[in-house]
């Protein structure tokens, strides 16, 4: 059974900084195309950052995130990390992890929970 658990979310200021974690089990993340992606209250899920299961691990950003967030993989400890730099009240989201994501789409074979993600003053 594949599980994706994503932690460190939590509530943190305009500027701040947080570091996502998605541990999986079930699965082995270095044949998968690895992502994150994030859905505000009334808004639809979007594509925040993907990172490649070849080319050493090649990374794609949505407008959004680049600059700020980092992605990165763990295929030793099967675990994929979302680094959040100069977070904006916009970035208040739910954020899932996802494993076999479509390059550039909104699709993926497996999704987490979701850890909420809140920027506030």
């Known amino acids: 059974q594949v599980q994706l658990v994503e932690s460190g979310g939590g509530l943190v200021q305009p500027g701040g900084s947080l570091q996502l974690s998605c541990s999986a089990s079930g699965l082995s993340i270095s044949s998968y195309s690895m992502g994150w992606f994030r859905q505000a209250p009334g808004k639809e899920r979007e594509r925040v950052a993907e990172?490649?299961?070849?080319?050493?691990?090649?990374?794609s950003y949505a407008d959004s995130a680049k600059g700020r967030f980092t992605i990165s993989r763990d295929n030793d400890k099967n675990t994929v990390r979302l680094q959040m730099n100069s977070l904006r009240t916009e970035d208040t989201a739910v954020y899932y992890c996802?494993?076999?994501?479509?390059?550039?789409?909104?699709?993926?074979?497996?999704w987490g929970q979701g850890t909420q993600v809140t920027v506030s003053s």
């Open positions: 990172i490649s299961w070849n080319g050493g691990g090649i990374t």
């Open positions: 996802a494993a076999g994501v479509v390059p550039g789409t909104r699709s993926a074979r497996y």
